[in-house]
């Protein structure tokens, strides 16, 4: 076959050329017995069917979408155009099904029976996108997934139906399906493909020919006892047919003795799992000797491209990366020139020529090599790997039978050696000696000799990456309807753009899956990520209209993620809409664990409200239409993407999402003693080197705002001070103290989930004197016991005030904010009247703007609280401490229930702390 040539950059060429030519000029190492290849064109084998590879199985493609422009014709041209990259010659499609198939969920065009949406998704994109660079390409569907309303299973004529519908969407969309697969992975119904051919059949659609099984070579078998299953497949597919099997080495390839008697088309139909460098030494032996030791005529790659998150599994497999759509960088990978080295240089429609095909030197361990020739019988390209060769070796061709005879063009890729200086480079023009000539190969590379002309290397290159910059938000009305929105990532279900519902304007994303769908991997809640993996301190917003009863979620510090897609490490807020909700961790080996949990208000269904999910240090936040649900510290993750979710699969809609930077490091200021109440303080604001740090009352004073630097220091004043000892001393007892910031390990602090604050010079912790909880208490260094003298809240905590006696929480009751409105006990339910912050001054706020106050600022036994505005009073002043004591600093004496009640409507007052039950109190 003959193109035009392809004129490249002169200066480049000549570099390349000068590099591959100075290795293919060096002196041979010990040879390796030579190789004699007769290429004849009297003779022949099977008919070649063409190299491609694989968009799904995962949402692998997902953010090449998202790609700007000039960027995304780029990779699109390395993967398609014709003399510039892969040159690809098949594409197989993932049919949708609303589940996760590897990496992520591809949609339906079907969520529910008979609704059907031709544009959902981007795999009839990409495919328009490659047929309008090739219009030869043959395209290929094949389901892992299915909707759920499909009865009757996957084998069903339900499912027949919904694949002629997906036909009928790609002639919509100017595509024709060349070949149909059944389920991938999961076997055959022999019964099945042959109603399914009959279908097809009936419809128009005759040309579409069916494979089977995208499994294994068993398929033959049963089609060798089953004539009329055997009538309706055409192409006999297996996966991982070669050594190793999935990612695996691939030195041998096998098919039974069966499917080779068959006489239909044998393919890899779904070969690699190989990183896109790293992999091309097993990908060109997959093809070379997929054909000499098993007779394969077609070979796809998966995927096609990991333009998916880098936290998500298989994130460098590929021809190619592209997991930056933000920045527009990419990367090309060996993968893309080792299959070059076969598509550029044969089309479909070739002939292997099975006596010019076989192992160098006549061992595996010198490589193979495999000859095809044109239709007319002119042309001829032979492909040569010395990917397992230890030492130079040399092939003698005699070309004969009506081949060309005239010059043979030499290109190679050292593949075991990734470089741009030796990718894909016209090495050698070689001039026959009556039809013989010969080519020393070194090992490691792919040679192929070829008389036709027209390839090419492309000479595009994507910019840096870089993160994608905060705040980041989206209202999702510029985002086209029915698709998904912008660096939106469906892990499980279908988050697509839809009208906003329950009385909001403009366009939501909604879950559009309804029931759990036919599932290729495991099941989990239907969930969507987006944005940066390297994302640390931040707030995560959105709003969510609950459509049914059940639980929403928000996503945050998002990061790896195992298989199934359940076992994604982040943390989740969860809100039902009866009021519950969880701070929950998730892991990447499958386990939750709840951090936080508790009752609020009822959201109900078809009304709108307001999550939030806030990441500082250790600090994790939640609240819902701006109420504080409560506070953890946990620090098992430091970073990761957000996301949106729902507990199954109901069909909530999401808004206004966003995502704003919170300071990196920033503790929320305070460190406040749990077993004392009060904070971490430097005595009469002094900026002295050497002062000792104390406990005194939380003021929020400047003296008090302590910010935890990315290198670990503890600094005050806005960074002007840091806490250390005197000399760096460590022993047990030295005082704590503010100085010049040194960057010494005595001025470096890890701050502990548990509270613990520890010093990295000594190993040891933050201490309260003694035990101490007086103000003037001085801080030092101790061993680290657990005590609640060494254990610090950062921020003000939120959350339910839950009395250890009545097991009841202090309630306004009547949802009241009116000043001087009495809190009383009752039944815990999370509302926003039983929603109270210990903040970094000591208040006890509710509704944000009432404090917890004595009324009238007695100190007497028995004066009665109130909320009131809060205006800085001691009286409005509460120390919240470990044992469970709620101190009042005006009057040294514990929030009370009166008479130990415990009773709903119970009445709060002040008395002298004594230690007992109904004094005792858990905040968040």
């Known amino acids: 076959m003959r193109r035009p040539l392809r004129l490249l950059a002169p200066l480049w060429v000549l570099a390349l050329l000068a590099t591959a030519l100075a290795a293919i000029a060096t002196p041979a190492r010990a040879a390796t017995p030579a190789t004699s290849v007769t290429v004849d064109g009297g ?37 398609f155009t014709p003399g510039y990259g892969a040159d690809l010659q098949m594409l197989k499609l993932e049919i949708g099904g609303d589940a996760n198939s590897t990496d992520g969920a591809e949609p339906s065009v079907e969520h529910t029976r008979g609704t059907v949406d031709c544009d959902a998704g981007y795999e009839f994109w ?112 297996a996966h991982y047919p070669c050594a190793g099997g999935d990612g695996g080495s691939a030195d041998t390839c096998s098919a039974t003795a069966t499917a080779e008697d068959n006489g239909r088309p044998l393919w890899a139909s779904e070969n690699g799992s190989l990183d896109m460098d790293s992999g091309a ?63 550029q240089f044969a089309q479909p429609g070739w002939t292997f ?45 005699t070309v004969r039978g009506g081949l060309s005879t005239g010059t043979v063009h030499v290109w190679a890729t050292h593949v075991d050696d990734p470089s741009p200086a030796t990718d894909f480079v016209h090495v050698q023009d070689i001039t026959p000696s009556g039809g013989a000539y010969a080519l020393t190969m070194k090992p490691g590379w792919i040679y192929t000799v070829t008389t036709t002309t027209g390839q090419g290397r492309g000479t595009a290159a994507g910019p840096a990456p870089h993160a994608l910059a905060l705040p980041y938000t989206d209202d999702f009305d510029g985002d086209a309807g029915g ?71 928000l996503l945050g510090r998002a990061g790896t993620q195992n298989r199934p897609q359940s076992h994604q490490a982040a943390y989740a807020l969860r809100v039902g809409d009866g009021g519950a909700w969880s701070l929950v961790r998730t892991s990447a080996a499958g386990t939750s664990t709840t951090l936080a949990s508790g009752t609020r208000a009822a959201l109900g269904t078809g009304s709108w409200h307001a999550l939030a999910l806030g990441f500082s240090g250790d600090l994790i936040t939640a609240s819902v239409d701006g109420a504080a649900l409560g506070s953890v510290h946990d620090s098992t993750y430091t970073s990761g993407q957000v996301g949106i979710g729902v507990a199954g699969y109901q069909t909530d809609q999401f808004d206004d999402l966003s995502v704003t930077a919170d300071p990196p490091g920033d503790i929320g200021g305070i460190l406040k003693g749990r077993g004392s109440g009060l904070c971490a303080d430097v005595p009469a604001a002094s900026r002295t080197n050497g002062t000792q740090v104390a406990l005194w009352d939380c003021t929020g004073g400047a003296d008090q705002q302590w910010t935890a630097t990315p290198s ?22 030295t005082a704590v103290q ?70 009841r929480c202090v309630d306004v009751p009547a949802l009241s904010q009116d000043n001087g409105a009495q809190p009383a006990l009752w039944d815990c339910n999370g509302g926003g009247n039983q929603t109270w912050t210990s903040t970094a001054t000591n208040q006890l706020t509710v509704y944000d703007t009432k404090c917890l106050d004595v009324t009238g600022g007695a100190t007497a036994d028995g004066s009665p609280v109130e909320i009131w ?38 009445a709060l007052d002040i008395r002298t702390c004594t230690g007992g039950a109904n004094q005792k109190w858990a905040l968040g």
Not at 169 to 188: F, P, T
Not at 712 to 733: E, I, M, N, R, S
Not at 776 to 801: D, F, I, K, M
């Open 483 to 553: 698709t998904e929105a912008r660096y939106l990532s469906d892990m499980q279900g279908a988050f697509e753009v839809q009208p906003c519902a329950d009385g909001r304007s403009g366009q939501c994303v909604q879950q559009m899956a309804p029931v759990r769908p036919i599932e290729w991997q495991d099941d989990s809640d239907a969930f969507s990520l987006v944005g940066d993996p390297t994302w640390t301190d931040y707030t995560v917003r959105a709003e969510v209209d609950l459509r049914q009863a059940g639980t929403a979620e």
């Open 281 to 343: 030494p097993a990908l060109i032996r997959s093809i070379v000797r997929g054909y000499t030791d098993a007779r394969m005529t077609a070979y796809l790659n998966w995927p096609l491209v990991a333009a998916i998150y880098p936290n998500l599994p298989y994130d460098t497999v590929g021809l190619a990366t592209a997991a930056s759509p933000w920045s527009g960088s990419y990367a090309i990978g060996e993968n893309t020139w080792a299959t070059a080295q076969v598509t």
């Open 43 to 79: 003779q022949g084998g099977r008919t070649f069917d063409g190299i491609g590879a694989i968009s799904g199985g995962g949402g692998n493609s997902r953010l090449l979408r998202d790609y700007p422009a000039t960027q995304r014709s780029q990779i699109l041209d390395y993967l």
């Open 738 to 807: 503010i100085g010049d910031c040194d960057g010494t390990a005595a001025q470096r602090w890890t701050l502990r989930a548990d509270g613990a604050v520890v010093n990295a010079a000594s190993g040891t912790c933050l201490d309260a004197t003694g035990q101490g909880t007086a103000a003037g208490t001085p801080l030092e260094l101790w061993g680290c016991n657990g005590g609640s003298n060494q254990a610090w809240a950062r921020g003000s905590v939120s959350g339910p005030l839950k009395g250890a006696q009545s097991g």
């Open 126 to 237: 990409l495919a328009e996108q490659a047929k309008a660079r090739n219009p030869a390409i043959r395209l290929y569907g094949l389901a892992w997934a299915a909707p759920g309303w499909i009865d009757g299973g996957f084998w069903s004529d339900d499912t027949i139906g919904y694949l002629i519908t997906w036909l009928g969407c790609a002639k919509q969309h100017g595509l024709d399906i060349s070949y149909l697969g059944g389920w991938n992975e999961r076997g055959h119904d022999a019964g099945w493909y042959v109603r399914l051919r009959a279908a097809l059949d009936q419809a128009g659609y005759t040309s579409v020919q069916l494979v089977a099984d995208d499994s294994g070579w068993q398929v033959a078998d049963d089609m060798a006892a089953d004539p009329a299953f055997n009538d309706a497949v055409s192409v006999i597919g």
């Open 353 to 397: 020529v099975d006596s010019a095909s076989g192992h160098l030197g006549g061992a595996e361990s010198n490589g193979s090599y495999v000859t095809l020739k044109s239709p007319d019988g002119t042309d001829y390209s032979t492909v040569l790997e010395t990917t397992t060769a230890t030492g130079d070796q040399t092939a003698h061709f």
């Open 712 to 733: 670990g220091q503890l600094t005050v004043y806005a960074g002007a001070k840091c806490l250390g000892t005197a000399g760096g001393a460590t022993a047990d007892g």
């Open 869 to 906: 505005d809060c205006n800085g009073g001691g009286n409005q002043q509460w120390r919240v401490r470990a044992d469970g004591a709620v101190v009042n600093t005006a009057s040294g004496k514990c929030l009370d229930a009166v008479g130990q009640g415990t009773a709903n409507s119970t």
